[in-house]
């Protein structure tokens, strides 16, 4: 079974400041990760994902996460944050790059301020 | 990148009645979708998985006889909420899984349909 579990529902911070999202992800077999954004009323779009090519993974609008098997989790982050990164990000777990549901987590408000 | 589109955006129905949600992928033949709902401030929950040609299958406590999924060409998956209720009322989000060309591609997610049920 796959789970994923996003730390902290709520994450505020000032323009320019760093912003990390975690995740922290469960499973039995090798997974594959994914972090999305959702904008108000939208649907989901694709930030990033690790399907074992490499752990550090670069994905777009500068953001990035490692991921860490001993920690078992794959953490996103961007040095400096733009007002328009507020959004509702969501972790997910897969067992497949593709053609599998996907397993998300509860979602992280990230708050700019000015 | 790949494109999902879905019909209608936003729909309100009155209770009892049932409402048809499209998606479909633009570029490329989807040989899996799969229907996901949101409700507010939550996260997504899979429904169904559908694959073309055949009959879905049904994530637990998800009502096959509610929430009917029809997969009948590469390109077009529809749910159709029957006989609605208020509990209904949720976003709706496909996203859908192919090959484009040749390579297994990851899912691309649809806009999502609000439903509001008076």
């Known amino acids: 079974a796959q789970s994923v579990t996003q730390l902290g529902s709520h994450v505020s911070v000032s323009e320019g400041a760093l912003v990390l999202l975690r995740c922290n992800y469960s499973?039995?077999?090798?997974?594959?990760l994914f972090w999305y954004v959702q904008y108000p009323n939208q649907g989901l779009q694709l930030l990033l994902k690790?399907?074992?090519?490499?752990?550090l993974v670069k994905g777009i609008n500068g953001f990035e996460a490692e991921f860490k098997k001993s920690e078992t989790s794959f953490h996103l982050t961007k040095p400096s944050a733009h007002m328009s990164d507020a959004a509702e990000y969501f972790c997910?777990?897969?067992?497949?790059?593709?053609?599998?549901?996907?397993?998300f987590g509860k979602g992280t408000t990230l708050s700019v301020s000015s | 990148g790949a494109v999902v589109s879905q019909h209608p955006s936003r729909v309100i129905c009155k209770s009892g009645t049932s409402v048809k949600i499209e998606c479909r992928s633009l570029?490329?033949?989807?040989?899996?979708m799969f229907w996901y709902r949101q409700f507010p401030k939550q996260s997504l929950m899979l429904m169904a998985t559908?694959?073309?040609?055949?009959?879905?299958?049904?994530e637990q406590g998800v009502e096959k006889d509610k929430f009917l999924i029809n997969h009948a060409s590469l390109t077009l998956s529809t749910l159709t909420v029957t006989s609605a209720h208020p509990e209904d009322s949720s976003f709706y989000i496909c996203?859908?899984?192919?090959?484009?060309?040749?390579?297994?591609?990851?899912?691309?997610f649809g806009p999502g349909t609000r439903l509001l049920v008076l």
């Open positions: 996203s859908a899984t192919g090959t484009v060309a040749g390579k297994q591609e990851t899912q691309y």
């Open positions: 499973s039995s077999v090798p997974p594959y």
């Open positions: 690790y399907t074992s090519a490499a752990t």
């Open positions: 997910a777990v897969s067992v497949a790059q593709a053609g599998t549901a996907l397993i």
């Open positions: 570029d490329f033949q989807a040989t899996t």
């Open positions: 559908s694959n073309e040609g055949s009959k879905a299958t049904y």
